[in-house]
């Protein structure tokens, strides 16, 4: 689908519905299955009411988006934050992603609102500390269904209006600048209008939309990381599959044969390994399934989302037959959406790359720490990740980290429209680093809050002192050391 781009006009700012933001005419392009178009309409000029006015606008309710918003909110701004999907917590959440990673392998280096989102799971039993840290770097698995809850009372307690049910649509641009974005209700099409606006759909939707420069995919083809299907298991009897680790190899050697063969589907070799050999609780998300295609093509990710649920399937069938223990074990759970890992990369004022990750670079804009590695699944859907392999030279040292800068979420030509979480800028390399929760978080937070402290000073946020807002992130709880 190709669409060119609205001419939204604001015809009145005085807030509540009933204000109104027109539209002039515009040209959709729709494309056939085989990818030409499929011919074109014209859009009449409307008027459309206001369905909301804030101070800052977030779009997309994933790690990032929530972060930014309660940030924002929590530093005096009028936040509204909109989200396609009935829950919160994005991949996090409605992928079953259910991993944290928070430390250097030696101390904790990512806290700020991670860690209260920690703190307020480990109240209600949702979260679970991994017990070798500080040897490895997942500190937390959670409950994602939990984290739901958790994620909500957050944003309510901040006080951000949050609708869920809401695609974010066009963005409405006034200047140069951006005024909000038109939504579709079921009552008809609305207008929520804001000072800033927050782009935190991991797609970067709205800063494609509203006519920013992005990068999608590796340098070389443009494939973007392979997706996966996360899954859960019930009924899988621990003590049997313990006492078999031989059957263990013989199935993972049996699903490779198949596979060569042509008669199996591709699995992460490693993590498929793992679960035959360690059982796991049901609460865990089993993350071995891929496939790979373009993330951004509806008709495309439909595919790509079924085949990944029967791929599940033909896993748990060769697993009831073939392996001990397995013989009732039953798919209790598929994400609710196909984990997507990489789409757009929203070019900014700086971009984030493999070298700042290894090199634990510090950066004068840092809003924050990350320690994940360069952490790659084959963008043709093997389902082999660079992670499986730790090789030196894409891991981040032992005891140190790398900044994240605030340049990565800002960009040159749309002084109030910010970027946060996996869309942010980066090459295809530090994006496989910057792109897990606690990093996106890291973006949230310190965006929102920069939001906030820009508008109180009423200036943009690239201008913003950026001692002022280190020294306010530092007070809300986040680390941030060795700043150049
Ligand atoms: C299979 C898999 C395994 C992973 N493993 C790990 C791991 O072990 N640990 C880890 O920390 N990270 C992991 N990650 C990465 C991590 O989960 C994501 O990169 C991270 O959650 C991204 O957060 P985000 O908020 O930027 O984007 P998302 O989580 O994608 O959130 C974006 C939100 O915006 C909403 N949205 C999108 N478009 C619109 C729109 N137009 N209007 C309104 N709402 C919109 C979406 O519904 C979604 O809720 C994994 C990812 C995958 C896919």
Same mark, same amino acid.
């Given at each position: 689908?190709?669409?060119?781009?609205?001419?939204?006009?604001?015809? *009145?700012?005085?807030?509540?519905?009933?204000?109104?933001?027109?539209?002039?005419?515009?040209?959709?392009?729709?494309?056939?299955?085989?990818?030409?178009?499929?011919?074109?309409?014209?859009?009449?000029?409307?008027?459309?009411?206001?369905?909301?006015?804030?101070?800052?606008?977030?779009?997309?309710?994933?790690?990032?988006?929530?972060?930014?918003?309660?940030?924002?909110?929590?530093?005096?701004?009028?936040?509204?934050?909109?989200?396609?999907?009935?829950?919160?917590?994005?991949?996090?959440?409605?992928?079953?992603?259910?991993?944290?990673?928070?430390?250097?392998?030696?101390?904790?280096?990512?806290?700020?609102?991670?860690?209260?989102?920690?703190?307020?799971?480990?109240?209600?039993?949702?979260?679970?500390?991994?017990?070798?840290?500080?040897?490895?770097?997942?500190?937390?698995?959670?409950?994602?269904?939990?984290?739901?809850?958790?994620?909500?009372?957050?944003?309510?307690?901040?006080?951000?209006?949050?609708?869920?049910?809401?695609?974010?649509?066009?963005?409405?641009?006034?200047?140069?600048?951006?005024?909000?974005?038109?939504?579709?209700?079921?009552?008809?099409?609305?207008?929520?209008?804001?000072?800033?606006?927050?782009?935190?759909?991991?797609?970067?939707?709205?800063?494609?939309?509203?006519?920013?420069?992005?990068?999608?995919?590796? *340098?070389?083809?443009?494939?973007?990381?392979?997706?996966?299907?996360?899954?859960?298991?019930?009924?899988?009897?621990?003590?049997?599959?313990?006492?078999?680790?031989?059957?263990?190899?013989?199935?993972?050697?049996?699903?490779?044969?198949?596979?060569?063969?042509?008669?199996?589907?591709?699995?992460?070799?490693?993590?498929?390994?793992?679960?035959?050999?360690?059982?796991?609780?049901?609460?865990?998300?089993?993350?071995?399934?891929?496939?790979?295609?373009?993330?951004?093509?509806?008709?495309?990710?439909?595919?790509?989302?079924?085949?990944? $649920?029967?791929?599940?399937?033909?896993?748990?069938?060769?697993?009831?037959?073939?392996?001990?223990?397995?013989?009732?074990?039953?798919?209790?759970?598929?994400?609710?959406?196909?984990?997507? $890992?990489?789409?757009?990369?929203? $070019?900014?004022?700086?971009?984030?790359?493999?070298?700042?990750?290894?090199?634990?670079?510090?950066?004068?804009?840092?809003?924050?720490?990350?320690?994940?590695?360069?952490?790659?699944?084959?963008?043709?859907?093997?389902?082999?990740?660079?992670? *499986?392999?730790?090789?030196?030279?894409?891991?981040?040292?032992?005891?140190?980290?790398?900044?994240?800068?605030?340049?990565?979420?800002?960009?040159?030509?749309?002084?109030?429209?910010?970027?946060?979480?996996?869309?942010?800028?980066?090459?295809?390399?530090?994006?496989?680093?910057?792109?897990?929760?606690?990093?996106?978080?890291?973006?949230?937070?310190?965006?929102?809050?920069?939001?906030?402290?820009?508008?109180?000073?009423?200036?943009?946020?690239?201008?913003?002192?950026?001692?002022?807002?280190?020294?306010?992130?530092?007070?809300?709880?986040?680390?941030?050391?060795?700043?150049?």
């Amino acid at each position: 689908m190709k669409t060119t781009r609205r001419k939204f006009i604001l015809t *009145a700012t005085s807030g509540g519905l009933g204000a109104l933001a027109a539209f002039s005419g515009t040209t959709a392009q729709a494309a056939k299955p085989d990818g030409k178009q499929a011919g074109a309409v014209i859009i009449p000029e409307r008027k459309v009411p206001v369905l909301a006015e804030a101070d800052v606008l977030v779009c997309g309710g994933g790690t990032a988006g929530i972060t930014a918003a309660c940030s924002a909110a929590r530093h005096g701004a009028k936040v509204v934050l909109i989200e396609r999907w009935p829950c919160l917590g994005g991949m996090g959440t409605a992928a079953l992603v259910n991993g944290w990673h928070r430390s250097d392998r030696t101390k904790v280096v990512i806290n700020g609102l991670v860690e209260e989102a920690a703190e307020r799971a480990r109240k209600r039993g949702w979260i679970e500390q991994v017990r070798n840290f500080p040897k490895a770097f997942e500190t937390h698995w959670f409950d994602p269904e939990g984290m739901k809850v958790v994620y909500q009372d957050m944003l309510d307690e901040s006080s951000v209006r949050t609708f869920c049910y809401l695609v974010a649509g066009e963005p409405i641009i006034e200047g140069g600048r951006i005024r909000g974005v038109v939504v579709e209700t079921k009552e008809g099409t609305r207008a929520i209008l804001a000072r800033i606006v927050i782009d935190a759909t991991g797609d970067g939707d709205i800063a494609a939309k509203a006519g920013l420069p992005f990068d999608y995919g590796r *340098a070389s083809d443009n494939l973007v990381q392979g997706m996966t299907m996360m899954f859960r298991l019930s009924d899988v009897a621990p003590e049997i599959v313990k006492a078999h680790p031989q059957d263990a190899d013989r199935v993972v050697g049996l699903m490779k044969k198949l596979r060569d063969e042509g008669k199996f589907p591709q699995f992460l070799e490693m993590a498929a390994r793992h679960y035959l050999r360690s059982p796991q609780p049901p609460d865990v998300s089993y993350n071995m399934c891929p496939v790979a295609g373009n993330a951004l093509k509806e008709e495309e990710l439909t595919r790509l989302t079924a085949k990944a $649920r029967r791929q599940v399937h033909q896993y748990v069938e060769l697993w009831r037959k073939e392996m001990p223990g397995f013989e009732d074990a039953k798919v209790v759970q598929t994400g609710f959406s196909l984990g997507i $890992r990489e789409s757009r990369r929203v $070019r900014g004022l700086k971009t984030l790359d493999a070298q700042m990750v290894v090199k634990a670079v510090k950066q004068h804009d840092a809003i924050g720490h990350g320690v994940w590695m360069i952490d790659i699944h084959d963008p043709k859907g093997s389902g082999h990740t660079t992670w *499986a392999d730790q090789k030196p030279e894409t891991m981040v040292p032992v005891g140190q980290s790398y900044h994240i800068p605030l340049g990565m979420c800002l960009n040159a030509t749309m002084p109030n429209l910010a970027v946060v979480g996996r869309c942010a800028a980066s090459t295809h390399e530090g994006h496989s680093s910057v792109r897990v929760q606690t990093h996106c978080m890291v973006m949230g937070q310190g965006v929102g809050t920069c939001a906030a402290l820009a508008l109180n000073a009423d200036v943009d946020m690239a201008k913003l002192d950026i001692h002022k807002l280190q020294t306010q992130l530092r007070k809300d709880g986040v680390y941030l050391e060795n700043v150049p």
